[in-house]
């Protein structure tokens, strides 16, 4: 089948002279009146490898340049294949821009329905900035402020000191309920402790998927499954801290009930999050209501102030 359409250039021993045709239906061409001497010539079409010709035109004669081939050009097409920890990694960027009125930082919840999983390091790296952020050390100084006007945890006495006994008592509730329940535990289980925004359906289904999240979460592998990570890590986070409150207040079977109204806590902030944070935070990324979502648990600084404010539920105070 001949290539109609190609572009021919005709060049002997002066360029200056040079020729050009295009090949009709047939993929034929002519040149009427080329220069005696050595002749040179290049063929090109779009979608097809250039092809030429040389050769020697003598004085009057009729030169046939033998069927030339055109063959399809050859594309070069660069793949990029990024690894998911650097896609995840870029996801956690835009995620530590989100602050609720502009300062409270909202680390753990994901507006992106469809995020890649994290990595265990990318785990702990959540959980250190979180702990680390001036907004916990803050609301932690106001957790220990109505403790201390509330006389909880007697034992720790009033004063200077007292207020430093239960500051470092809730800091460390914190820190080691999100280490455990963020970090840890979602390593060894495989499971992502974020908490990813519905935004979509009515307020009832919505209500029931924030709801559900505090006891359901997306694994890694992106399948829903019972959140071992936020339900173990209140209950190990209870016990420890029995090793640090005052002894009366020691009481190893309200591990269990800490734990529940830590579930309850996590369902509120849950639903917090998904009705009223998002209006307050600005510069959000775009949610593809399309894609839909998957939870995990609520571990927000906001979510946190109800974690700390109801964490140690204690007899004898």
């Given at each position: 089948m001949g290539v109609a359409g190609a572009a021919i250039k005709l060049t002997g021993s002066d360029p200056a002279t040079s020729q050009q045709a295009v090949s009709d239906n047939d993929g034929r061409f002519a040149f009427a009146h080329a220069r005696t001497g050595p002749i040179h010539v290049a063929i090109t079409a779009d979608g097809f490898a250039a092809q030429q010709f040389d050769g020697y035109f003598e004085p009057a004669q009729t030169l046939e340049i033998p069927q030339i081939t055109l063959t399809l050009a050859t594309v070069n097409t660069e793949v990029r294949v990024v690894p998911p920890q650097v896609i995840a990694e870029?996801?956690?960027?835009?995620?530590?821009?989100?602050?609720?009125?502009?300062?409270i930082p909202n680390f753990y919840v994901s507006y992106v329905p469809n995020a890649v999983a994290l990595a265990p390091k990318q785990k702990f790296e959540l959980a250190w900035k979180t702990m680390l952020d001036p907004v916990t050390f803050g609301i932690t100084g106001a957790v220990a402020g109505i403790q201390q006007a509330q006389n909880d945890f007697s034992g720790y006495g009033q004063g200077a000191d007292g207020y430093a006994k239960r500051y470092g008592a809730a800091y460390a509730d914190a820190a080691i309920g999100t280490m455990i329940g963020g970090a840890i535990l979602p390593s060894l289980f495989k499971q992502d402790p974020r908490y990813f925004y519905k935004g979509t359906g009515s307020k009832k289904s919505r209500l029931m998927y924030a709801l559900a999240n505090s006891v359901i979460c997306k694994g890694d592998n992106g399948r829903w499954q019972a959140n071992y990570s936020g339900i173990l890590g209140g209950m190990a986070a209870g016990a420890i801290s029995n090793l640090y409150y005052p002894e009366k207040d020691r009481d190893t079977?309200?591990?269990?009930?800490?734990?529940?109204?830590?579930?309850?806590?996590?369902?509120?902030?849950?639903?917090?999050?998904?009705?009223?944070?998002?209006?307050?935070?600005?510069?959000?990324p775009p949610h593809d209501p399309g894609s839909g979502g998957a939870g995990g648990k609520a571990h927000t600084l906001v979510g946190k102030a109800f974690g700390l404010l109801g964490s140690h539920v204690r007899d004898g105070d």
């Open positions: 870029a996801q956690i960027k835009e995620q530590e821009k989100q602050k609720a009125l502009g300062f079977g309200l591990i269990l009930q800490n734990a529940l109204i830590g579930i309850g806590a996590t369902a509120a902030a849950n639903v917090f999050q998904e009705f009223v944070v998002r209006k307050l935070t600005p510069n959000l």
